[in-house]
């Protein structure tokens, strides 16, 4: 499976749209902070990063449905902690209405809204893109 970083920014809104996830606050510098596998032009998996010094936030996480079941999802989350480790963030951040269970297995555990760090708190998808009742969630990693 090729993994590509800064897939195109209208082949990750299209498949975010398959999937409901938000779109309405992504700017150009978001784009350079994603990850895609499969196809440049009509990708089947996509990961996006927010970077904020030590921490970061994982969003858009989505696997084109005649993709799932593939492990493209486990394997995105884990070039994309890689990826964030290379860049300095020890720690990630994220925000699900349908897949705690899933990062819970790739050893993120729940936090409180409170115990957020400022950065985090100060996203549109942490402040008001996301229900309250998502699941808020972090995992320590490595920074390299």
Do not use: W
Request: glycine share 6%; charged share 20%.
């Amino acid at each position: 499976m090729d993994f590509h970083l800064q897939p195109s920014a209208a082949a990750v809104k299209a498949l975010l749209a398959t999937a409901a996830l938000p779109t309405s606050d992504l700017r150009a510098e978001h784009f350079e902070h994603f990850i895609a596998c499969g196809p440049e032009d009509s990708p089947d998996a996509v990961v996006g990063l927010e970077l904020y010094g030590e921490v970061a936030l994982l969003r858009s996480l989505v696997v084109a449905a005649g993709a799932r079941g593939k492990g493209y999802g486990t394997r995105l989350v884990a070039q994309a902690e890689a990826y964030a480790g290379q860049q300095g963030v020890q720690e990630i951040y994220l925000l699900t209405t349908t897949a705690e269970a899933f990062f819970r297995q790739l050893g993120y555990a729940s936090c409180t809204r409170a115990d957020a760090p400022a950065a985090i708190r100060q996203t549109p998808e942490f402040s008001s893109l996301c229900p309250a009742n998502s699941a808020f969630m972090h995992k320590r990693i490595e920074a390299r």
